[in-house]
């Protein structure tokens, strides 16, 4: 079976992208999907998004890591598939869709989209790090020399080491370049590298910072190797209300693939 397929990017975080809402991909074979994401034997990708009907939102995202494997919420592609959503016309400039970890809202603003993400209610505060869910699992970390520094190695280390284990945690490295202002770059599980940017990191990020009071803005600006993200939350003392992920999403090129 061939299948039409669209590439997209949200600040160098890359995706397969996929309509799906006639049913016609085996979403058991994960093995094709984990071929699809390789650079060098399939298109290339970070992740494998699959966009379906729902019943009671404009539509469903389903969502796979480069491993093939189904995994939880991905903020950079939950971006690209309400922009992939505007271009087959599905929607407009709104969107309610559902995800892994339940609904969410998006708006398109002059080509930028916003995403509303999950509630955030815990946030775990240890010696050196934080540890939080914004979606998916997050350990957050400060450094120095973020440029020159091995996120591979050292984020492979934390990612498979006490206290996550099998499960594992996405790692972020962060450094504050201004008062609302951060550098973070992002091992994330799955795909068992660096990525150019990760979306549920980065609001990781900026609601860690801010509940470790490195920041006192409720709208912070985070700076990716892909290019620059923004998240903007309401705080009180139950916790992080009303999160937006706020960024560029671009299709990148059409193509047809052998299933």
């Known amino acids: 079976m061939k299948m039409t397929f669209y590439k997209y990017q949200g600040t160098g ?5 996929v ?38 939102t404009d539509f469903k995202m ?7 494997n189904q995994s939880s ?30 609904l969410h809202k998006a708006k398109i603003e ?40 091995n996120v591979k190695a050292k984020g492979s280390e934390i990612r498979y080491g006490r206290p996550y284990n099998d499960v594992g945690s996405n790692v972020n490295f962060v450094e504050q370049l201004a008062k609302d202002n951060f550098a973070v770059r992002t091992y994330e599980r799955g795909v068992e590298d660096e990525t150019f940017s990760c979306g549920t990191g980065v609001t990781a990020v900026a609601i860690a910072m801010h ?17 620059q993200l923004k998240v903007s939350f309401d705080s009180n003392d139950k916790g992080y209300h009303n999160i937006w992920l706020i960024g560029p999403a671009v299709q990148v090129f059409k193509g047809v693939i052998e299933w």
């Open 110 to 149: 002059n080509e930028t989209v916003h995403l509303q993400m999950q509630d955030v209610l815990e946030i775990q505060t240890f010696e050196k790090h934080h540890f939080l869910d914004t979606g998916s699992p997050h350990h957050v970390q400060m450094v120095s020399g973020i440029a020159d520094y």
């Open 13 to 17: 975080n890359d995706f397969i992208i």
């Open 62 to 68: 389903v969502y796979y890591n480069a491993d093939g």
């Open 19 to 56: 309509d799906n809402r006639l049913q016609t991909i085996n979403k058991n074979d994960t093995k094709r999907i984990e071929q699809l994401c390789d650079r060098r034997f399939g298109i290339g990708a970070d992740g494998f998004i699959l966009l379906e009907n729902d019943e009671r």
């Open 73 to 102: 919420m991905c903020g950079n592609g939950g971006r690209c598939i309400v922009a992939f959503a505007k271009f087959l016309g599905i929607i407009e400039n709104e969107a309610e869709f559902m995800a892994i970890d339940g």
């Open 211 to 227: 509940k470790a009071g490195k920041t006192e803005s409720t709208s912070v600006s985070l700076k990716t190797p892909g290019g």
